[in-house]
């Protein structure tokens, strides 16, 4: 059974920084994508980031350069390293990892974890 347990959320000023970090167990994850979706209060969960098997990342437009994804496929885990926050960004952030069998996905999600912050 596939499990996804995060880390890494808490409280920041603006302008500052966090790290979340997950790991996934389970399964095989060598050809998955992974990625960090997160979910505001009163909004649909969006899409952040994620990195395909080859390490390739792709962003939502409002956090490049700000956010980065990265992976380790050794260790299963993969890591948002987000900078520059801002009182927007408050939300839970969920892991998720996609995986393919023939032309269907499959979901996987962690519980999620708070990012707060402050102004």
């Known amino acids: 059974q596939v499990q996804l347990v995060e880390s890494g959320g808490g409280l920041v000023q603006a302008g500052g920084s966090l790290t979340l970090s997950c790991a996934a167990s389970?399964?095989?994850?060598?050809?998955?994508?992974m990625g960090w979706y997160r979910q505001a209060p009163g909004k649909q969960r969006e899409f952040l980031a994620a990195?395909?098997?080859?390490?390739?990342?792709n962003y939502l437009d409002s956090v490049k350069g700000r956010f980065t994804i990265s992976r380790d496929n050794a260790k299963n885990t993969v890591t948002l390293q987000m900078n520059s926050l801002k009182p927007e960004d408050t939300a839970v952030y969920y892991c998720?990892?996609?995986?393919?069998?023939?032309?269907?996905?499959?979901?996987?999600w962690g519980q999620g974890t708070q990012v707060t912050v402050s102004s």
């Open positions: 990195v395909t098997s080859t390490g390739s990342p």
């Open positions: 998720n990892v996609r995986q393919w069998v023939l032309t269907t996905p499959y979901d996987y």
């Open positions: 389970g399964g095989t994850f060598s050809a998955a994508a």
